[in-house]
C-alpha cells in the first residue's frame, strides 16, 4: 500500500525558510520520480519540482533558485528546501508518485506571513 506523508509545514514571516518532508512507504522508493505540488484558495494544484531516480531535478519558474528538492533513498524521503519565502507561497504542499496511478499525500500547511 503506497502511503506518502508530509510534514514540516507551518508558519514562516516572508524571507524565511521551511524544509518539507515527504516520508514514503510501500512501493520501490528509488526507483521513481518524485515531485512536490502545491494548491493555494482557489487555484489550481501547482507543479514546484521533481527528482528522479538519477537525482535529475526540474523546477517551475516561480520557485527556481528559492527551492531546492532533494532525495535519501536510504530513508524513502524526498524533501523541499524553501528559502526566501513570499506570502504567495502560502498553500498546501502536497508530494507525489506516478505509478500505474498517481498517489497523492495528505499534504502539509505553509503559511507566509508577517
Known amino acids: 500500500q503506497v502511503q506518502l506523508v508530509e510534514s514540516g509545514g507551518g508558519l514562516v514571516q516572508p524571507g524565511g525558510s521551511l524544509r518539507l518532508s515527504c516520508a514514503a512507504s510501500g512501493f520501490r522508493f528509488s526507483i521513481y520520480t518524485m515531485n512536490w505540488y502545491r494548491q493555494a484558495p482557489g487555484k489550481q494544484r501547482e507543479f514546484l519540482a521533481g527528482?528522479?531516480?538519477?537525482?535529475?531535478?526540474s523546477y517551475a519558474d516561480s520557485v527556481k533558485g528559492r527551492f531546492t528538492i532533494s532525495r535519501d533513498n536510504a530513508k524513502n524521503a524526498v524533501y523541499l528546501q524553501m528559502n526566501s519565502l513570499k506570502p504567495e507561497d502560502t498553500a498546501i504542499y502536497y508530494c507525489?508518485?506516478?505509478?500505474?496511478?498517481?498517489?497523492w499525500g495528505q499534504g502539509t500547511q505553509v503559511t507566509v506571513s508577517s
Open positions: 507525489n508518485v506516478r505509478s500505474l496511478i498517481t498517489y
Open positions: 527528482i528522479s531516480s538519477a537525482d535529475s531535478s
